[in-house]
Every structure is written in structure tokens, then in C-alpha cells.
């Protein structure tokens, strides 16, 4: 690790013993606490409370890397106050940016004695917390391969500057950190490929259930048309109650039975989307032309049975006549329905999803280079931090019971179609989800 020179400290040798010794123990606890850890914000907590106390700093902070995305983001920060905790948690910068994106680039720890004087500081984080960072020290949290997966960084000497000796206890820290995470990643992967085989178990059973269903809806299918054809050249009074019914059989009867086989075939491919995005591994996507229009319109019709008893409205009036666009349908179906069926519990009674769907406001109609599809609601909305993490590999559900998957599949979805999702969303104020999807796909 590369430092910077430290300015003398004056101590004896007997103070630097015992403050070693305070170290080793130190390290000693940790690596308890975090052969224990099986998620990463746990070793990323005990990480960093355990630096912040034995390098009496102010402040310090985790931030993990998320390689798809290129971001580093606060997974656990100690600070002198609540406020700037809640505000940083969960939110993510470039990961070159400032000197902790130097720490992430290189793997060379830093150690910074005024970082006014240096340019690579991000002062865009101070400025907005009120927070004034002085000197730091900083290292990469790397596993045994070397994979680096963050920057510890600790602020703020309460003691003196920070030295060398600081730094390689920092080191080891993150070291330990890496290796945790590492066992940690390995554990959540050995633990998905076990749920993964028992969702493929399932999978086969389901359809195997759901056969005699079909079945049983393309031979009512069949009763049903004879039926309706011989009431036609019966000789029933138009106004008797039979002929009505026979009317709207005739009316209804083909749309219910679609609806009914598309729910069974919904039901498989949903099962196995599921077991696609916890294995990790989408299969290849199938793009063929697609009405967004009419796709869009049967997931509102699908999810209307769960919103109408909610009390709240799904609204498509935003979405435009468009044509056949290269799609991969079942992805765009599974994405679109999870949104609107999470946004469901979300709103409040009398509340409404919008869906809207088109070219991006900004593209002339002629040349147009973006799909932009809507789902927005007027819901409890979600905090920063729940936001920041919705779609990465660490995702978790807020709603009791939920796993995270629903968010996996959206990404998936977005991410097979070479496009990408926003999401707006603060307490109180509902959510909004933006995808944006190239108007055409590449040769």
C-alpha cells in the first residue's frame, strides 16, 4: 500500500506497544464477528465500528462496489450525526469518483493529512452534509482472489495524524472484511443453487398440475362453441333469458377461454422466470414483433382482479399506439406485471397506477431512438436507501414475506434489451419507474 508521508509523532515505545496491543485485540474480536457474517452489510458494519473505535477517528464509512453498474455505495458510515448517516446510507457514486474511486481503481491504500490541499477529494459530499472531512485514511477491501469488493475509509483523526501504522492496521482490517465477503458471496451462491433446483422440482410439478387444467378449458372450449351453434339454429324467442345468455356466451366465451389459457401458460413461464433469476442465469431472449399496446392492456386486465378489491385504478390512457416493436414479450409482460403488482400494496385506497408507454419526450417522432415505458403510482414511496439498492445483486424485499426476486426479473428484463431503468421514489411521495429500451435493436 502507497502512503503519503506522515507528519512525526512524538511517542515512546511503550505507547506504541500498548496501542499495537490495543490493535491486535481489536483485530482478534473482529475476525469473530465476521467469520460469523453471512450477509455483506454485516461485515461491513463490524468492519468499520471496529476501525472508527481503535483509530479514534470521527467518521468512516463502507462503500461496496457493484461492477454492472460501475458505483460505489455507503453500505454501513459512522458519522457524528444521525442526519448525515440517514442521508449517505444506501447512496451511490461513480466509481472513479473522488479519492475513494482512486482507492477502488488502484488497490494502493491512501493516506490523505488535508485533503484540502488534494484534488481528487470529492467535496460534492461535504458541501451537502455539512460534514468537513480533514484528513482520511483509506484502503480497498479485497477476497482471497483478489476481487476487490469496496473501499474501507476511515475520517478524521480525534488523536493526531494518521500514520503508517494506521494504515496497515486498516489493512488487515479490509483484508479480513474481503474474506468474509467473499464467504459470504459463496454462501448466498451455494444457498441459490439449492433453492434454485427445489424451484426447478416445482416447476415441473406445476406443470405438470396445470395440464389437466388446459385441458379441461380447450374441451369446454369445444362444448361451448357446439353449445352457442346449436342454440343459434334453435328456435329460441330473441328476449327469453336462454337467448341472452346464449348472446353473451357467444360474446364473451372466446375472450374468457384466452384469458384462462394465457393465465395457465402465465403461470409456467412465471415459475420459471422466478427460478431463472435466482440461479443468476437468464436464458438467451427471443425478440420478435410485439403490440406494447395490447401486451400492456392484458397485464392491466390480469391485475385488475387484485387492484379493483384495493380500491385502486390502473390507468393506461398514457399508453400509445405504437408499432411492432422487437421485443422479447414474455420478458416485457413479467417486467411491466411486477411493477404494477408491487405498486398494488403500495398504494392506498382510491389511489391510481399510471402506465405509460411511447417514444422518449425528447426524440423528434421522426427519428425516434428510445422506448420509454412508465409506471409510476401515488403510493407510500420508499427512502433513499431502500431505493438505491432495488435493483442490485443485494436487493431485498420490504414486504413481509417478500424475497427480492420481483426486482431481479425487472432488471433482467431491462438488461437483455440493452436499456436501463430510473427509479424516483421518496417517503410519502409515491414511486416512479423509467425504463428506457432502444428503439431498435442492433444488427
Not at 473482529?30 to 481503535?54: F, G, H, K, P
Not at 406445476?206 to 369446454?220: A, D, S, W, Y
Request: with cysteine; glycine share 8%.
Amino acid at each position: 500500500m502507497a502512503a503519503r508521508k506522515s507528519p512525526p509523532r512524538n511517542a515512546r515505545p511503550g505507547d506504541r506497544a500498548r496501542r499495537l496491543a490495543r490493535q491486535l485485540d481489536a483485530l482478534r474480536r473482529v475476525a469473530t464477528v465476521l467469520a460469523a457474517a453471512t450477509r455483506a452489510e454485516d461485515v461491513a458494519r463490524a468492519a468499520l465500528d471496529t476501525a472508527v473505535q481503535v483509530l479514534r477517528a470521527e467518521a468512516g464509512s463502507v462503500l461496496l462496489h457493484d461492477a454492472n453498474r460501475r458505483t460505489l455505495r455507503f453500505a454501513h458510515v459512522v458519522s457524528p450525526s444521525e442526519a448525515i448517516t440517514r442521508s449517505l446510507l444506501g447512496r451511490e457514486l461513480a466509481d472513479d469518483t473522488g479519492l475513494s474511486g482512486r482507492v477502488m481503481r488502484t488497490g494502493r491504500g491512501l493516506i490523505v493529512h488535508d485533503v484540502a490541499r488534494d484534488k481528487g477529494h470529492n467535496r460534492m459530499i461535504d458541501a451537502e452534509t455539512s460534514f468537513s472531512t480533514r484528513s482520511l485514511v483509506a484502503v480497498a477491501i479485497s477476497g482471497p482472489g483478489g476481487r476487490r469488493f469496496g473501499v474501507l475509509e476511515v475520517l478524521n483523526s480525534r488523536r493526531g495524524p494518521f500514520d503508517r501504522d494506521d494504515l496497515a492496521l486498516l489493512g488487515l482490517l479490509a483484508a479480513q472484511a474481503g474474506a468474509a465477503l467473499e464467504t459470504a458471496r459463496l454462501h448466498q451462491a451455494a444457498t441459490l443453487a439449492s433453492v434454485a433446483h427445489r424451484i426447478g422440482d416445482v416447476s415441473h410439478d406445476v406443470k405438470n398440475l396445470l395440464t389437466p387444467v388446459e385441458t379441461g378449458i380447450r374441451t369446454l372450449e369445444v362444448l361451448v362453441r357446439d353449445a352457442v351453434d346449436a342454440a343459434a339454429h334453435s328456435a329460441l324467442a330473441p328476449e327469453s333469458p336462454l337467448a341472452r345468455s346464449v348472446a353473451e356466451l357467444r360474446e364473451m366465451g372466446p375472450e374468457l377461454v384466452s384469458l384462462a389459457l394465457t393465465g395457465v401458460h402465465d403461470v409456467q413461464e412465471r415459475v420459471r422466470e422466478i427460478a431463472d433469476a435466482v440461479k443468476g442465469a437468464v436464458a438467451a431472449p427471443t425478440f420478435e414483433p410485439t403490440d406494447l399496446r395490447s401486451l400492456i392492456l392484458t397485464v392491466a386486465r390480469v391485475l385488475y382482479v387484485v387492484a379493483e378489491p384495493a380500491g385502486v385504478a390502473i390507468d393506461i390512457a398514457g399508453v400509445e399506439a405504437l408499432p411492432p416493436l422487437l421485443l422479447d414479450r414474455r420478458r416485457i409482460y413479467n417486467c411491466i406485471y411486477n411493477l404494477v403488482h408491487n405498486a398494488i400494496p403500495e398504494t392506498p385506497p382510491g389511489g391510481t397506477i399510471r402506465i405509460r408507454a411511447g417514444r422518449r419526450p425528447e426524440d423528434a417522432p421522426e427519428a425516434p431512438g428510445a422506448l420509454e415505458i412508465v409506471v409510476e403510482d401515488d403510493g407510500r414511496g420508499m427512502t433513499e436507501a431502500v431505493r438505491a439498492r432495488l435493483f442490485g445483486d443485494d436487493a431485498i424485499s420490504t414486504k413481509p414475506g417478500g424475497t427480492g426476486l420481483g426486482t431481479r426479473i425487472v432488471r433482467s428484463a431491462v438488461e437483455a434489451h440493452g436499456g436501463s431503468i430510473a427509479v424516483a421514489s421518496a417517503p410519502g411521495e409515491g414511486a416512479r419507474f423509467t425504463i428506457t429500451l432502444p428503439w431498435k435493436r442492433p444488427p
